[in-house]
């Protein structure tokens, strides 16, 4: 008789070889899972409904999402909380450049007469839109001055150990961090408020068909770039209670993790086949 083994047996042999060689190699992944914190107590929504309510409004005001759990995921990253500040100071020089701009031509509409007695951007309305307008980029560029100046402090671990104690203090941080863009928003709107009402105003009824026509197109793009956004979808979220993007992050997490684990099975039985 030949000596023969059963399928069976050389079936699982090499399972139970790998098996004894899986915990092993594994072990760095599960200790690697471990390491993910879930977010603090003290982050998550309060439980109160008026709390909550205020809770989410300014969260979704100041970070785009109904709640912190898109920040926790930035920040428990080595060096997350680090590179957060360090990024968000890069942009806020380069808002500052964009808010001189402002300012400046703010500053030439207020300045100069009017080329055409048709187009009287010097009106009651239209002046008293510009100087507001004015006034927020000084203070714009003033806040951003200040933010840029402690920003450094912000940068420190013991910062983020400190706001991590209570929700509220890290929601007046963020919010501290979003003023100088807030200003610039506001700043930016009242000029071209000034300017449509400037040209709807108009005794020339040529600018005040260019005028709406622009605005017209302008507010088409706004709206046809908005619907694709994130912005749309979270807030679709927030007021009618639907999360389906949240399912779809977490599918994507759990089809990344059985990747890493089907790749570190395929390293365990390339390994046991070859010994």
């Known amino acids: ?25 594994l072990r760095s992944h599960s200790r690697h899972a471990k390491q993910r914190k879930p977010i603090p107590v003290q982050w998550q929504p309060p439980t109160s409904f008026v709390p909550r309510l205020i809770f989410r ?13 898109f920040m926790w995921e930035v920040f428990r990253e080595p060096n997350g909380w680090e ?19 402002v300012l400046t031509t703010v500053a030439v509409f207020i300045s100069t007469p009017p080329p055409l007695k048709q187009i009287n951007y010097a009106a009651d309305g239209p002046y008293t839109l510009l100087s507001e307008s004015l006034v927020f980029a000084l203070f714009g560029l003033l806040f951003q001055l200040y933010t840029s100046v402690v920003g450094q402090s912000y940068q420190k671990r013991k910062t ?11 929601l007046c941080h963020i919010m501290i961090l979003s003023i100088p863009i807030y200003i610039f928003g506001i700043s930016l709107l009242l000029l071209i ?7 709807f105003l108009s005794s020339s009824t040529s600018a005040q068909i260019f005028t709406g026509a622009t605005f017209a197109l302008l507010f088409a793009c706004l709206f046809a770039s908005i619907i694709p956004s994130p912005f749309y979808t979270r807030l679709y979220g927030l007021l009618w209670g639907k999360r389906d993007w949240e399912a779809d992050d977490n599918e994507d997490e759990s089809d990344m993790e059985l990747h890493e684990k089907g790749a570190a099975l395929h390293e365990v039985h390339y390994q046991a086949s070859s010994s």
């Open 83 to 101: 590179s957060f500040h360090v990024q968000y100071l890069v942009q806020l020089n380069q808002l500052s450049t964009i808010q001189g701009l």
């Open 1 to 25: 008789m030949s000596d023969s083994v059963p399928y069976d047996s050389l079936k699982h042999f090499p399972a139970q070889d790998a098996k004894e060689e899986i915990p092993p190699l």
């Open 193 to 199: 408020f000034a300017i449509s009402v400037t040209g």
């Open 160 to 170: 983020f150990k400190a706001l991590k104690r209570n929700r509220w203090l890290f």
């Open 57 to 69: 409004v300014m969260c979704f005001c100041l970070t785009f999402h109904s709640s912190l759990d």
